[in-house]
């Protein structure tokens, strides 16, 4: 109780009283007996009462505790109960273990105090972020904690600790600019979050009585899911075996937030340098995709492939998803493209291409990939239509054909090679250029 001390006057003293008891009434005065209560059972208000000997007025302030300046409350005129309802915010909160009181005081200067009471919310770190591999993202912090420097003061609550999870996201109906907000309340400091196929902002508190709302913004927690694509782009078809380059570029979906209150939308742009992308194939389009090989993307977002042509085959680029704390982003798996191989032609003549009349000609084929094809020699007859000569069965992709030939001038010739599969993969066909054979 705090008490006005015996005055002595002597050799110049003044002496005064030490300040005793956690409650205090000045002497003299009439307020003593300040109490506390929650006012229902929302925790939204609090009833502060105290007793006195005679009406007065009384002023009510709140006395923070940590160094801050006492916060007004309001007053009540002495005709009025000895009762004020005060809104838990105007408390407010604090991640601090300070202990704060209520102080009641009177018109005439005395004043009483509340019993100590502390107007804690646990603080909350960064969540950690996993994208499982259904879609749905694991959120965990690590659980609320901190030292209850006043127990069982009149407004500790025998709760569990809960946690608020807000999303900010692209999502009607919009409350924030261009964004709406999705709430989640668990007793639990991890969670799963459904795949909502869209980035989104994550906002953890802790929520209690002195902050039933959470604290986002303030002392909780902040993570950033974002989403990925792919482009690429390939050649319809290049030679056997010619090296050909498959390009893309990856980008991200993210929520831009600016300002306070924040200006909220989703956008998207080029993901840096540095991505590891994966370039898959298969070989019919019900075949399993299988790995080729892994590059990185450079500035702008961009990559790049370099291979052989191998034979026909289906190829995509993958981004795998990509967990961390507090960021996570959802991998992404571009349009698949068909890339057609044809048979390369390195060789298609005469070993003589003039021959003298009665001489067997002999034609040569060279073709790549390296196989045992049947190519087919051909000539244009007299009314300029391609007509056939013979078989060869080619060994390694080479074959020379020596056939009677009784045709004097120049005549054209061609070899047409079907379509062949190598290693799995098919090969189109093709007719080589048009090559001359001239007889005397």
Same mark, same amino acid.
């Given at each position: 109780?705090?008490?006005?001390?015996?005055?002595?006057?002597?050799?110049?003293?003044?002496?005064?009283?030490?300040?005793?008891?956690?409650?205090?009434?000045?002497?003299?005065?009439?307020?003593?007996?300040?109490?506390?209560?929650?006012?229902?059972?929302?925790?939204?208000?609090?009833?502060?009462? @105290?007793?006195?000997?005679?009406?007065?007025?009384?002023?009510?302030?709140?006395?923070?505790?940590?160094?801050?300046?006492?916060?007004?409350?309001?007053?009540?005129?002495?005709?009025?109960?000895?009762? %004020?309802?005060?809104?838990?915010?105007?408390?407010?909160?604090?991640?601090?273990?300070?202990?704060?009181?209520?102080?009641?005081?009177?018109?005439?200067?005395?004043?009483?105090?509340?019993?100590?009471?502390?107007?804690?919310?646990?603080?909350?770190?960064?969540?950690?972020?996993?994208?499982?591999?259904?879609?749905?993202?694991?959120?965990?912090?690590?659980?609320?904690?901190?030292?209850?420097?006043?127990?069982?003061?009149?407004?500790?609550?025998?709760?569990?600790?809960?946690?608020?999870?807000?999303?900010?996201? &692209?999502?009607?109906?919009?409350?924030?600019?261009?964004?709406?907000?999705?709430?989640?309340?668990?007793?639990?400091?991890?969670?799963?979050?459904?795949?909502?196929?869209?980035?989104?902002?994550?906002?953890?508190?802790?929520? &209690?009585?002195?902050?039933?709302?959470?604290?986002?913004?303030?002392?909780?927690?902040?993570?950033?899911?974002?989403?990925?694509?792919?482009?690429?782009?390939?050649?319809?078809?290049?030679?056997?075996?010619?090296?050909?380059?498959?390009?893309?570029?990856?980008?991200?979906?993210?929520?831009?937030?600016?300002?306070?209150?924040?200006?909220?939308?989703?956008?998207?742009?080029?993901?840096?340098?540095?991505?590891?992308?994966?370039?898959?194939?298969?070989?019919?389009?019900?075949?399993?995709?299988?790995?080729?090989?892994?590059?990185?993307?450079?500035?702008?977002?961009?990559?790049?492939?370099?291979?052989?042509?191998?034979?026909?085959?289906?190829?995509?680029?993958?981004?795998?998803?990509?967990?961390?704390?507090?960021?996570?982003?959802?991998?992404?798996?571009?349009?698949?493209?068909?890339?057609?191989?044809?048979?390369?032609?390195?060789?298609?003549?005469?070993?003589?291409?003039?021959?003298?009349?009665?001489?067997?000609?002999?034609?040569? %084929? @060279?073709? &790549?990939?390296?196989?045992?094809?049947?190519?087919?020699?051909?000539?244009?007859?007299?009314?300029?239509?391609?007509?056939?000569?013979?078989?060869?069965? %080619?060994?390694?992709?080479?074959? %020379?054909?020596?056939?009677?030939?009784?045709?004097?001038?120049?005549?054209?010739?061609?070899?047409?090679?079907?379509?062949?599969?190598?290693?799995?993969?098919?090969?189109?066909?093709?007719?080589?250029?048009?090559?001359?054979?001239?007889?005397?």
């Amino acid at each position: 109780m705090l008490l006005k001390g015996t005055i002595a006057v002597g050799c110049g003293l003044v002496l005064l009283a030490g300040w005793q008891g956690s409650s205090a009434v000045a002497a003299g005065t009439a307020v003593s007996g300040v109490d506390l209560a929650w006012a229902d059972a929302t925790h939204t208000k609090i009833r502060i009462t @105290w007793t006195e000997t005679t009406p007065v007025a009384n002023s009510l302030s709140l006395e923070p505790g940590d160094g801050a300046d006492p916060v007004s409350l309001g007053s009540v005129p002495a005709s009025a109960p000895n009762e %004020l309802l005060v809104n838990t915010s105007q408390l407010g909160s604090t991640s601090s273990s300070a202990i704060s009181k209520i102080v009641v005081t009177d018109q005439s200067g005395g004043e009483a105090s509340s019993p100590g009471f502390d107007r804690f919310v646990p603080g909350v770190s960064d969540p950690e972020l996993v994208v499982m591999a259904d879609g749905r993202v694991r959120w965990s912090v690590p659980a609320a904690s901190g030292q209850d420097t006043t127990p069982h003061d009149p407004l500790d609550l025998d709760e569990l600790a809960r946690y608020s999870l807000i999303l900010r996201l &692209n999502e009607l109906p919009y409350t924030v600019m261009n964004c709406g907000e999705v709430t989640f309340t668990t007793t639990e400091p991890s969670g799963t979050i459904a795949n909502r196929n869209k980035p989104y902002d994550l906002f953890v508190d802790t929520v &209690n009585e002195w902050a039933p709302n959470g604290l986002h913004g303030g002392i909780g927690g902040y993570g950033h899911v974002s989403t990925t694509a792919l482009t690429l782009s390939a050649p319809g078809s290049s030679g056997y075996g010619v090296p050909m380059t498959l390009t893309g570029t990856l980008s991200g979906r993210y929520i831009y937030e600016t300002g306070m209150p924040p200006a909220c939308m989703e956008t998207s742009s080029a993901i840096g340098s540095g991505e590891l992308v994966t370039l898959q194939g298969r070989n019919t389009s019900t075949a399993s995709w299988y790995v080729i090989g892994t590059t990185h993307t450079v500035a702008g977002g961009k990559y790049t492939f370099s291979l052989p042509n191998p034979g026909a085959r289906e190829y995509r680029t993958v981004v795998a998803n990509r967990s961390g704390s507090p960021t996570a982003s959802y991998g992404s798996t571009s349009a698949s493209r068909l890339v057609r191989a044809t048979t390369r032609v390195m060789s298609a003549k005469f070993i003589t291409p003039t021959i003298s009349y009665g001489t067997r000609p002999q034609a040569y %084929l @060279w073709v &790549n990939p390296a196989g045992t094809q049947r190519a087919a020699l051909q000539y244009k007859n007299s009314t300029g239509a391609w007509q056939g000569v013979a078989y060869k069965t %080619l060994y390694a992709g080479k074959g %020379l054909l020596q056939f009677p030939w009784n045709r004097r001038g120049t005549t054209q010739f061609r070899w047409y090679v079907p379509t062949s599969t190598h290693n799995g993969l098919p090969v189109g066909p093709v007719y080589t250029g048009p090559f001359s054979l001239t007889v005397r």
